[in-house]
């Protein structure tokens, strides 16, 4: 099982940006998949997750608005657009998979990538 991500940078408050997550080695479309965010010192935070169809997407209140999550189950890749993007959304972005159904609490989830970072200046 792999999961990749790709996408963080440094940007100014303001601006956009796409994460991108490539997933291989397990049964992508029967997997719920996710964006956490965990800075040091602090729990790993969900920011995102959408369910194996794509049907439905939940958000973090902290970014309800400004992200978006998608996925390309004919690709394998998972998505997260953010835009408006603030200092306090500096941050290590994990992508996750879950099997089936989502969950809020990081410890559920099966499948972990190495992460990428995003920082807001």
């Known amino acids: 099982v792999q999961l990749v991500e790709s996408g963080g940078a440094s940007v100014h408050s303001g601006e956009s940006l796409e994460l991108s997550c490539q997933a291989s080695?397990?049964?992508?479309?029967?997997?719920?998949m996710g964006w956490f965010r965990q800075v040091s010192g602090k729990e790993r935070e969900r920011v995102a997750a959408?369910?194996?169809?794509?049907?439905?997407?939940y958000y973090a209140d902290s970014v309800k608005g400004r992200f978006t999550i998608s996925k390309d189950n004919a690709k394998n890749t998972l998505y997260l657009q953010m835009s408006s993007l603030k200092p306090e959304d500096t941050s290590m972005y994990y992508c996750?998979?879950?099997?089936?159904?989502?969950?809020?609490?990081?410890?559920?989830?099966?499948?972990w990538g190495q992460g990428t970072q995003v920082t807001v200046s």
């Open positions: 996750a998979a879950r099997w089936s159904r989502c969950s809020s609490d990081w410890r559920d989830w099966d499948y």
């Open positions: 959408i369910s194996p169809g794509g049907s439905r997407t």
């Open positions: 080695g397990f049964t992508y479309a029967t997997y719920c």
